[in-house]
């Protein structure tokens, strides 16, 4: 299977006071810092992953300027006023027709684990294996709580892009045929919506770092 990640940075960061993509996180040995962006490329190669297409739209010019410097494609949502989901339409639109399945993945959602890709990747690939079961959304769970990145197959795009945005991806989602993953990561419910997360993010991706042999 080839598996593609839509990685989602077309927000206006207005309460962040900086570009969310950009903004620095202590992630690297010997205190070095990479962007929430950066971690999400090392993230995804490090899962053997390498498949990436960032969405741009507020602040394009600055974002696609970083995922470019990151070897990244970009596609643009023309509209990112209409909210996440546009931005997750325009991932699909863009990304390479041969993908067999999408993570959807926020780049305010820095911190997941490469152990947790590899777990939704698998048991997509465990799923392919049987040819009587049908297709499902893998949804990644922490200790009861949904969180990110979701895992969807390609056999889905037509029936999410088809969707209304109101209801948002989380709606979406939930018309389809799903399956919860549980996970020991927190971090797949941890996201930096206010200064405050982004705080609390900051320290655990300190903790992180500290985690890695120098």
């Keep these: 299977m080839k598996f593609c990640a839509i990685l989602l940075a077309a927000g206006r960061s207005s309460r962040m006071g900086g570009i969310k993509a950009l903004l620095p996180l202590p992630l690297l040995a010997g205190g070095g810092a990479c962007s929430a962006l950066e971690a999400l490329a090392r993230l995804y190669r490090a899962a053997g992953l390498p498949d990436m297409l960032v969405v741009s739209g507020f602040h394009a010019d600055t974002v696609e300027e970083a995922a470019r410097a990151l070897s990244l494609a970009a596609a643009r949502n023309a509209h990112p006023e209409q909210g996440m989901f546009s ?5 699909l639109r863009a990304a390479p027709p041969d ?3 999408f993570f959807i993945h926020p780049v305010d959602i820095p911190l997941v684990r490469p152990q947790t890709l590899r777990l939704l990747a698998d048991a997509a690939l465990e799923a392919s294996r049987s040819p009587g079961n049908p297709p499902v959304a893998l949804i990644p769970r922490h200790n009861g709580e949904e ?3 979701p895992l969807l197959p390609a056999v889905f795009k037509k029936t999410v892009l088809a969707c209304k945005a109101e209801g948002g991806l989380r709606a979406a989602l939930a018309a389809l045929p799903r399956r919860l993953v549980d996970t020991a990561d927190s971090c797949v419910l941890e996201d930096m919506d206010s200064p405050r997360d982004y705080a609390r993010l900051q320290r655990l991706a300190l903790r992180r770092a500290g985690e890695r042999p120098a």
């Design 87 to 91: 931005s997750v339409c325009a991932g």
């Design 99 to 101: 993908c067999d399945a």
């Design 147 to 149: 969180g990110h990145p």
